[in-house]
């Protein structure tokens, strides 16, 4: 069974950086595809940026020219570089895996971006 865990999160001003990671307890090397999401209070969960393999990434509109999603298969982890943040971008940011039919998810990372 594998488990995602977050990191990374925490409170920066606005235009500020952050770098989250995803650290998979066993290989990410068998999830094609793996993403982030986040979920702002009030609000629905929204796809933030995905990777597939190892160089096709995919963001919303967003955070597009903003945040990087990229993966490193070796150290099993899956990173999240956010640039110019903006208050907007404060939300619980979750990290997810998915194998075959089947998704996983991590727990989840605070990120606060105060103005």
């Known amino acids: 069974q594998v488990q995602l865990v977050e990191s990374g999160g925490g409170l920066v001003q606005a235009g500020g950086s952050l770098r989250l990671s995803c650290a998979a307890s066993?290989?990410?090397?068998?999830?094609?595809?793996m993403g982030w999401d986040r979920q702002a209070p009030g609000k629905q969960r929204e796809l933030v940026a995905i990777?597939?393999?190892?160089?096709?990434?995919n963001y919303a509109d967003s955070v597009k020219g903003r945040f990087t999603i990229s993966r490193d298969n070796a150290k099993n982890t899956v990173y999240l570089q956010m640039n110019s943040l903006k208050p907007e971008d404060t939300a619980v940011y979750y990290c997810k895996g998915f194998k075959g039919s089947s998704i996983y998810w991590g727990q989840g990372t605070q990120v606060t971006v105060s103005s």
């Open positions: 066993g290989s990410i090397f068998s999830f094609n595809t």
């Open positions: 990777i597939i393999s190892s160089s096709i990434t």
